[in-house]
């Protein structure tokens, strides 16, 4: 069997590829190889959440993310323990309902979803969920750990202002 389109080339000397033929034998193995238009994080290690501000720093929990179930919602909770960050100690924790399809979004203020975010540095407090700010979470596994992206725009009312949080994601491991 061919595995491979140097292979299919060795095999067949004297066949001229189309651009067309050619096309689809990429396509096949890029879909084969997993690469279906999407793009994908990189693997994040368990244990760990990070995301970006437009600013370009980053709150980086590189261990100790857990998550814990309350009711119906996991709960995800992180510490920036980057000690050389600007973003040693805050917080963030993301509250999400559990669903029975993977992977799957919820959206606020549509959907129920809470992202939080605490500033250890002013002592301030942020959210986002169905009535303030707004959030966006995917959860695409959830065990043995619970592994998912996230964005929000999360908001303090005093005094008024606004966090904002891009590419997120986790790997928390269990409580």
């Not at 651009?19 to 890029?30: E, F, H, R, S």
């Not at 370009?56 to 590189?62: D, I, K, M, P, V």
């Not at 959206?107 to 500033?119: A, F, K, L, Q, R």
Request: with cysteine; hydrophobic share 35%.
């Amino acid at each position: 069997m061919i595995s491979s389109v140097a292979e299919l080339l060795n095999e067949a000397p004297d066949m001229k590829l189309s651009k067309l033929t050619l096309a689809v034998l990429v396509t096949i193995i890029a879909l084969a190889a997993g690469c279906n238009g999407n793009i994908t994080q990189p693997m994040q290690s368990e244990g760990t959440l990070s995301a970006n501000f437009p600013d370009g720093t980053e709150f980086l929990a590189q261990s100790g993310v857990t998550f814990s179930l309350s009711g119906s919602n996991y709960v995800v909770t992180a510490t920036d323990d980057d000690a050389q960050g600007v973003n040693f100690n805050d917080e963030i924790a993301l509250t999400v309902p559990q669903e029975a399809t993977l992977p799957y979004t919820v959206s606020t203020p549509i959907d129920p979803g809470e992202v939080d975010y605490w500033d250890n540095e002013t002592h301030v407090q942020y959210y986002s969920n169905q009535t303030v700010g707004q959030c966006t979470i995917t959860i695409t596994q959830t065990s043995p750990t619970l592994i998912g992206t996230f964005q929000a725009v999360t908001v303090s009312s005093t005094p008024p202002d606004t966090v904002v949080l891009r590419s997120g994601s986790f790997n928390a491991n269990p409580q």
